[in-house]
C-alpha cells in the first residue's frame, strides 16, 4: 500500500480508504512480512458491483504532475520533517505563549491586532499591516501573533522573508512570492434575544398596536416592525486555520486546528509545506518564462521565414525580369536577322523608320541584361548579401496552429 500511495502522489492511508470504498481487498498489516516467513494465503476475489458510481476509481490527489524538482523537495521535506522532530518544541503550546518583543517583519501586524477594536462578535478587523491576511477572536490574538512571530524566525532561518502588506501575509523568496492567511473557524447559531432585546421589541409592538387602534396608519407604517436583532449570530470556535493562497494541485495547503491538534503541533509541516509550495512556484515560473522564451524565439524565426519568402520573391520576379527581357531581345534580334537589306537601308519608310526604333530597343535591352547593369541593380536591393542576417541554421521553423 506505501509503494502503490506513493506512486499515486497520495498517503497510503488514503489509498486504503479508496479501496474500502469501492470495495477492494487489499493486504492487512503485517502481511507482506507473514509471506516473508513463508505462510500462504489465498487471495481474496473482487466482489461484481452493481453501483456505477463504484464502478470506476479516478485519483486526482496525484503529485504525478509536478515538477521533478518539486517532488524531490515532497521527498527531502518528509525526511528533514523525520530528522528534526526530536529538534523541535517538545511542547507545541510553546509556541502560542505571548511574546513581547515580536520579530521585526510583524510588528506592525502585531501592534495593529493588539490596537484593533473587536466588532459585535468580537472579531478583528482594523485597518493595518497584513490584517486582511489575519482574522481572529480577540481572545486568540496573542496566540496569532506568537504563531506568526515562529513563523516568521524560523523561515528567516531558512532565507525566506515573510513580509505583510497592507492586503496580505506573504512570503518571499528571491522572485518568488505565497500568500497566505490565519483565520479563526467560525460557525452560525440561531440568535437567541436577550431580556432587553426583548423588552424593546415588545415596547415597538405595543406602540405600533396603539397606533392602530387609533387609526394613525401613518404613524404605524413608520414605526419599525421587523425584530431588532441579528438572524444569525457569528460564533468563533477558537480554531485557527493557516492556509496558502496557491493554484497548485497535488500540494497540501491548508492546516487547521482539529480534536487532537492544532496548527502549533503541525509547525514543521507548515513549514516544510511552505518550502515545497515556493519551490514548485519556483519550477513553475521557471517554466512559463522558458515557455515564453521559446515563443519569442519561435516568433523570431518565422518573422525571419516570412522576411526570407518576401525576399525570395523579389528575387524570383527579378530574375524572371531579366529573363523576359533577354528573351525579348533575342526575338528582337531574330526578326531584324529575317528582314531583307533593302528594308533595312530605306529610313524614309514607315518600316525603315520601325527597323531603326527596334535597333535602338535592341540596344537598351542588351544594355539592361548586360553582367555589369545587373550587378548596379542587384547592390542596394540586399536581394544576396554577403552575409545573410535572414539565415536560420536551424531551417524552417514549425508551421503556426491555430485552435480555432
Not at 20 to 35: I, K
Not at 267 to 276: A, D, R, W
Not at 292 to 317: F, G, P, Y
Request: hydrophobic fraction near 35%; charge should be neutral.
Amino acid at each position: 500500500m506505501q509503494k502503490a500511495a506513493a506512486e499515486l502522489g497520495i498517503s497510503d492511508r488514503g489509498l486504503a480508504k479508496i479501496c474500502s470504498r469501492h470495495r477492494v481487498p487489499n493486504p492487512s498489516r503485517g502481511y507482506w512480512a507473514r509471506v516473508a516467513a513463508g505462510q500462504r494465503f489465498k487471495l481474496p476475489p473482487l466482489r461484481e458491483i452493481d453501483d456505477p458510481a463504484l464502478d470506476r476509481i479516478e485519483i486526482t490527489a496525484t503529485i504525478s504532475h509536478l515538477s521533478e524538482n518539486t517532488q524531490e523537495m515532497l521527498r527531502q521535506a518528509k525526511v528533514e520533517r523525520a530528522e528534526r522532530h526530536a529538534e523541535m518544541v517538545s511542547d507545541p503550546s510553546a509556541l502560542s505563549q505571548p511574546v513581547e518583543k515580536p520579530h521585526r517583519a510583524i510588528v506592525a501586524t502585531a501592534k495593529a491586532l493588539r490596537k484593533a477594536k473587536a466588532d459585535e462578535y468580537g472579531c478583528v478587523a482594523a485597518a493595518g499591516t497584513g490584517l486582511c491576511g489575519v482574522i481572529v477572536h480577540s481572545d486568540r490574538i496573542e496566540r496569532a501573533v506568537a504563531f506568526l512571530h515562529s513563523l516568521a524566525t524560523v523561515l528567516e532561518a531558512d532565507g525566506l522573508q515573510l513580509q505583510p502588506d497592507e492586503t496580505r501575509m506573504k512570503i518571499v523568496v528571491g522572485q518568488d512570492m505565497v500568500a497566505f492567511t490565519l483565520t479563526e473557524k467560525t460557525r452560525r447559531e440561531k440568535h437567541i434575544p436577550t431580556e432587553k432585546e426583548q423588552e424593546l421589541y415588545d415596547r415597538q409592538q405595543a406602540k405600533r398596536q396603539r397606533a392602530a387602534d387609533r387609526r394613525g396608519w401613518h404613524l404605524y407604517s413608520s414605526l419599525p416592525h421587523q425584530q431588532p436583532w441579528p438572524e444569525y449570530d457569528t460564533i468563533y470556535t477558537g480554531q485557527l486555520a493557516f492556509v496558502v493562497d496557491s493554484w497548485t494541485h497535488g500540494l497540501r495547503k491548508s492546516w487547521t486546528d482539529g480534536k487532537t491538534q492544532s496548527v502549533e503541533s503541525m509547525f514543521e509541516n507548515i513549514v516544510s509545506g511552505l518550502k515545497v509550495i515556493l519551490s514548485n512556484n519556483k519550477s513553475e515560473r521557471e517554466r512559463r518564462e522558458e515557455q515564453e522564451r521559446q515563443r519569442a524565439e519561435l516568433a523570431r524565426r518565422h518573422a525571419l521565414a516570412k522576411k526570407r519568402k518576401e525576399r525570395e520573391e523579389k528575387r524570383i520576379a527579378y530574375l524572371r525580369e531579366l529573363m523576359q527581357l533577354q528573351r525579348e531581345a533575342s526575338d528582337i534580334r531574330s526578326w531584324l536577322a529575317s528582314l531583307p537589306e533593302t528594308a533595312t537601308a530605306d529610313s524614309a519608310s514607315d518600316l525603315g523608320r520601325m527597323v531603326q526604333w527596334a535597333t535602338g530597343r535592341l540596344a537598351d535591352l542588351e544594355a539592361l541584361t548586360t553582367v555589369e547593369a545587373a550587378a548596379v541593380q542587384l547592390e542596394g536591393n540586399a536581394l544576396f548579401p554577403e552575409i545573410d542576417e535572414l539565415h536560420d541554421p536551424m531551417g524552417e521553423p514549425p508551421e503556426r496552429k491555430y485552435y480555432w
